[in-house]
């Protein structure tokens, strides 16, 4: 009898909740960590331009906070996945390729408008949602990013439904009518990638959470095999095939297993160790910029297909540009969050590298996993002399290898605009104080 999925997944989900409170400090700091990168993004992101049109699209102005409930409030998850995901500033993960953080944190946060959340409930729903993003990462696969879905909204979906869930005080049958619900409202492609809606994906994800949770809690029921058959998500959303292989002891906090990703610069990820290569050599070469002939970036395909944008347009394509971010960090020596205003490019710099500069992307192994270190990128400059200078990173900064700590999150959190009020809120919380958005951003 062929196994299912579905139920073997909540069973995981429930046996993993039934254990939350033997986590350790050590734990649940990892967790708050994330906090503080996420409302970073929070706090510089809804600057943009596209946090704003969200925000006046929902009419949020004119919501009284008062008479919100658990529904009305979704139009605030919208924004705040919105403003976190539109500077790619927020965190990821490799187990299912995904912007964890911004869904989960977006979908609680807007729930706290609705109702009095205490900070250990708040913790607990986006580590369970964690959990189960990681879980289902881990069926679905890099094979499901790869052909073309973007995972932060689909697998997001879903993950943020289970902590709206556990938030509600669902059993394990809301649990699993709310992933039901949630699988069909999971969608977004790679395509938007380099538009306004790929920031979007991250809201809506966040929103489709709340509204699952809320529907399952008065009733709606769904089907219980989601997962599985020929018209199950796994199949239709191209999973990986060899499922069987990828789990994780269901007790074991996912943190552990696939730590979190945190982003030093804006920018897509696999741009990240290309920047890491050219900021190595801005600060241990010296050259003129007159005196460069070419660039060449060497770059995994699947990884391209991605950051594809060879001659961006405006900022969301910047953002997904390796010529741009490699030859911005040549000039500068960085990458900063007022790196892709694209106003004064024309002409400019950066402008005048970027057309010497050459992409070459290479076939990997089958089975490749994301930011895989057996699979490197290399910056390779060419002076007019002819001399070489090159560099290889297989490691990205932030990644498991190089993590960020508590020091630098703080710094990001302080460059994004976060007070040093704002920042005492997050790191003095306790669990039995009330979670307050509105200490961090204007509702």
Request: glycine share 6%; aromatic share 10%; charged share 20%.
């Amino acid at each position: 009898m062929k196994e299912n999925q579905t139920t073997n997944f909540l069973n995981d989900i429930i046996i993993f909740l039934n254990n939350i409170n033997k986590l350790n400090d050590d734990i649940y700091n990892e967790y708050k960590l994330n906090f503080l990168d996420t409302f970073a993004c929070l706090i510089e992101g809804k600057k943009n331009i596209k946090s704003k049109n969200v925000y006046n699209a929902y009419n949020l102005k004119e919501r009284e906070k008062s008479k919100l409930n658990i529904l009305s409030a979704s139009g605030f998850a919208v924004y705040f996945g919105t403003a976190i995901h539109s500077l790619d500033f927020d965190d990821y993960e490799i187990a299912g390729t995904t912007h964890p953080s911004g869904p989960l944190i977006s979908a609680i946060s807007a729930m706290s408008l609705a109702r009095k959340i205490k900070f250990k409930n708040f913790i607990d729903a986006y580590i369970l949602g964690y959990q189960t993003l990681t879980l289902l990462g881990l069926k679905l696969a890099y094979d499901h990013y790869a052909s073309g879905w973007h995972s932060t909204s689909t697998i997001g979906s879903l993950s943020a439904a289970i902590s709206c869930s556990y938030l509600l005080e669902g059993n394990e049958c809301n649990f699993d009518n709310s992933l039901s619900i949630a699988s069909s409202m999971s969608a977004g492609m790679k395509k938007q990638f380099g538009s306004d809606v790929k920031a979007l994906h991250c809201g809506l994800a966040a929103k489709a959470g709340i509204e699952a949770a809320a529907l399952a809690n008065n009733g709606v029921n769904g089907n219980h095999e989601f997962l599985d058959g020929k018209y199950g998500m796994l199949s239709m959303y191209n999973a990986n095939k060899d499922i069987k292989n990828n789990s994780i002891d269901p007790i074991t906090p996912a943190i552990l297993t696939n730590p979190t990703f945190r982003k030093p610069w804006p920018s897509c990820s696999y741009t990240h160790r290309s920047i890491m290569a050219a900021k190595y050599i801005y600060e241990n070469y010296q050259y003129n910029l007159n005196d460069i002939k070419k660039i060449e970036i060497t770059i995994p395909e699947p990884y391209f297909r991605v950051s594809h944008f060879l001659k961006p347009t405006k900022e969301q394509e910047a953002r997904f540009s390796l010529p741009y971010c490699v030859s911005k960090t040549l000039i500068e020596g960085n990458i900063y969050p007022n790196s892709f205003d694209l106003n004064s490019f024309k002409g400019s710099k950066t402008e005048k590298l970027i057309k010497l500069t050459k992409v070459i992307p290479y076939k990997t192994s089958k089975g490749l996993n994301d930011m895989c270190p057996k699979s490197p990128d290399m910056v390779k400059v060419t002076l007019q002399n002819n001399q070489t200078i090159e560099k290889q990173i297989k490691n990205v900064l932030g990644g498991s290898v190089l993590p960020m700590h508590k020091e630098e999150v703080i710094e990001k959190f302080l460059s994004c605009g976060g007070s040093k009020e704002q920042l005492n809120y997050l790191l003095n919380l306790s669990f039995e104080d009330n979670f307050s958005i509105s200490k961090l951003i204007s509702v």
